[in-house]
């Protein structure tokens, strides 16, 4: 019987450290990121009214945007330990999505340190899950 494991020593360097920082995007994801809550405000401002976008910006929308990407973060790491094809897709879409999300944050508001902290971790997480080394891992042993 296959034991789920949180990390995978045996996988490349490339693909463990993205597994790890998978699990640090979720866990700072749920302990509270103001970008992603001002940036659900302004993309439900884009397809709402100004007194909608409001309400609903006040509403449960910023929590479950959060809480499904901190999830997609999770079990992203989990699926990619244990080798699974969906695991690495869904960590990569989390982190492109990630990404874009603080690019975008990132034109609209002034520049600032934490920004930059984010955008470093972001573009970093792009960088160990789409090199060659974690592409060629994937191709070969993934299910």
Do not use: K
Not at 43 to 69: H, Q
Not at 89 to 115: E, K, M
């Amino acid at each position: 019987m296959n034991q789920m494991r949180w990390l995978n020593r045996s996988q490349p360097q490339t693909l463990y450290s993205s597994v790890l920082l998978c699990y640090f995007s979720a866990g700072f994801l749920l302990f509270g990121s103001g970008i992603d809550y001002q940036l659900t405000l302004d993309i439900v401002g884009l397809f709402a009214s100004d007194s909608t976008a409001e309400d609903l910006g006040d509403a449960l929308v910023p929590i479950v945007v959060t809480l499904l990407l901190g999830g997609a973060f999770a079990a992203g790491g989990l699926g990619t330990a244990n080798e699974r094809r969906w695991g690495h897709r869904l960590c990569a879409a989390a982190a492109v999505y990630s990404t874009l999300a603080t690019l975008w944050w990132t034109a609209r508001t002034q520049f600032g340190l934490g920004i930059l902290m984010r955008l470093m971790f972001d573009v970093l997480l792009l960088v160990l899950i789409f090199h060659p080394l974690s592409r060629n891992h994937r191709r070969i042993w993934f299910q």
